[in-house]
């Protein structure tokens, strides 16, 4: 096949000592049957350094077994771990699915493409590669929205709240989903489209249309994929903060008038069990965003000034955006003790400590917390 050829080191050295490329561009190496989905604003740059084709494939490649390898312990561990197998905790499994999901249908085809140094999979494929990004990057900030909801029906709204139970953790879920789906549909049916995009290894959206159609719908996605999960958050956070700093100021209130030192036993000293959860949370929804914001600047650069769009800096954007598929294994095994403690046990080569408490709870145990009350009940 004459389109699946060897990189062209050899080509590129001898064109550098030249002083230029001439006319040759990065999109040279794109099929025939692509060059329709090829925007004109790529032909002003010179073919990359192979030697950047291969530093990107091999850290797609390292990010997708540590995804893959990472999101399936923990699917497996709290699907097969008892005392994890909780309504809330099905928000936690989708999460995991949904990044395990991520790098198995996108780092394959991106090592593939980056060792031929261009799309090689076909148009149909470009697309399909482009929806998956979308859908499950989609899935798993809608998932950690919910999660944050449910963190603050726990931690804020406490006993009063209404727990959380199977039908109604499977209808967020099914929510979800509908939501990713009918967001990653559209450019397939034509309100904007998936086209290759930066060093033409990877596919995304067609930020670079100056349309006011086709920009219509990076608009609109972006206010509903990621500003407005980013309000909800920032909202449930704020009145999960406001709420343990109440809890703990009528704490020490209490203890003072008590003239103790505190009211907490020897074990209790630390954090409540919900407030550290809502911390983990917090860490997993920070490092999404610091992943993703990357891209969205890219996306709105080239709906309003594509110009100064590189392709370069936009294959890394959209890397890192896929690197926030690798973290939240991470923060699971260095912050959730019961999490850790069945790791330990099932794979202990995989631990990131020894075996803590199995009684201790999980970043989304089923727990209730009055935030007036100095007594912490779990309803798991």
């Keep these: 096949?004459?389109?699946?050829?060897?990189?062209?080191?050899?080509?590129?050295?001898?064109?550098?000592?030249?002083?230029?490329?001439?006319?040759?561009?990065?999109?040279d190496q794109v099929p025939p049957e692509m060059m329709h989905m090829v925007d004109p604003h790529w032909y002003q740059f010179p073919p990359m350094n192979p030697l950047w084709h291969g530093l990107l494939g091999f850290v797609i490649g390292v990010l997708g077994v540590i995804s893959i390898i990472g999101n399936g312990v923990v699917i497996y561990i709290f699907c097969s771990t008892k005392g994890l197998r909780t309504p809330s905790n099905m928000l936690v499994v989708n999460l995991a699915m949904s990044d395990f999901l991520m790098m198995f249908t996108m780092a394959p085809p991106m090592v593939i493409n980056c060792y031929y140094e261009t799309w090689v999979l076909g148009p149909f494929m470009c697309e399909l590669y482009g929806m998956f990004g979308s859908l499950f990057g989609c899935g798993s900030i809608w998932t950690m929205t919910l999660i944050a909801m449910d963190r603050y029906n726990v931690i804020v709204r406490g006993l009063s709240a209404a727990p959380m139970t199977n039908k109604k953790a499977f209808l967020w879920i099914?929510?979800?989903?509908?939501?990713?789906?009918?967001?990653?549909?559209?450019?397939?049916?034509?309100?904007?489209?998936?086209?290759?995009?930066?060093?033409?290894?990877?596919?995304?959206?067609?930020?670079?249309?100056?349309?006011?159609?086709?920009?219509?719908?990076?608009?609109v996605y972006s206010c509903f994929v990621y500003f407005l999960p980013l309000i909800i958050i920032i909202w449930a956070y704020f009145y999960i903060v406001q709420a343990v700093c109440a809890h703990e100021k009528n704490m020490r209130e209490?203890?003072?008038?008590?003239?103790?030192?505190?009211?907490?036993?020897?074990?209790n000293q630390q954090t409540s069990a919900e407030a550290k959860l809502a911390k983990v949370a917090l860490m997993t929804i920070s490092l999404w965003f610091m992943a993703w914001t990357?891209?969205?600047?890219?996306?709105?650069?080239?709906?309003?000034?594509?110009?100064?769009?590189?392709?370069?800096?936009?294959?890394?954007?959209?890397?890192?955006?896929?690197a926030g598929a690798c973290y939240n294994p991470i923060v699971y095994g260095i912050s959730h003790?019961?999490?850790?403690?069945?790791?330990?046990?099932?794979?202990?080569?995989?631990?990131?400590?020894?075996?803590?408490?199995?009684?201790?709870?999980?970043?989304?145990?089923?727990?209730?917390?009055?935030?007036?009350?100095?007594v912490t009940t779990e309803k798991a």
Aim: net charge positive; with cysteine.
């Design 1 to 27: 096949m004459s389109l699946l050829h060897e990189p062209h080191f050899s080509a590129y050295t001898w064109q550098a000592a030249k002083g230029g490329f001439g006319n040759h561009t990065v999109v």
């Design 174 to 219: 099914l929510f979800i989903w509908f939501m990713a789906t009918i967001w990653t549909i559209f450019p397939m049916v034509g309100w904007n489209r998936y086209v290759p995009e930066g060093n033409m290894t990877a596919c995304g959206t067609d930020y670079l249309n100056k349309d006011f159609f086709s920009r219509s719908y990076i608009l």
């Design 254 to 267: 209490q203890a003072k008038k008590m003239n103790v030192a505190s009211l907490r036993s020897a074990e």
């Design 294 to 322: 990357p891209y969205l600047i890219i996306n709105y650069t080239g709906i309003f000034e594509g110009y100064k769009i590189s392709p370069l800096a936009t294959i890394w954007s959209s890397l890192f955006a896929k």
């Design 337 to 374: 003790p019961r999490y850790r403690a069945a790791l330990q046990k099932k794979f202990p080569s995989l631990a990131c400590a020894p075996a803590t408490d199995d009684t201790a709870s999980v970043a989304s145990a089923v727990t209730s917390v009055s935030v007036t009350d100095s």
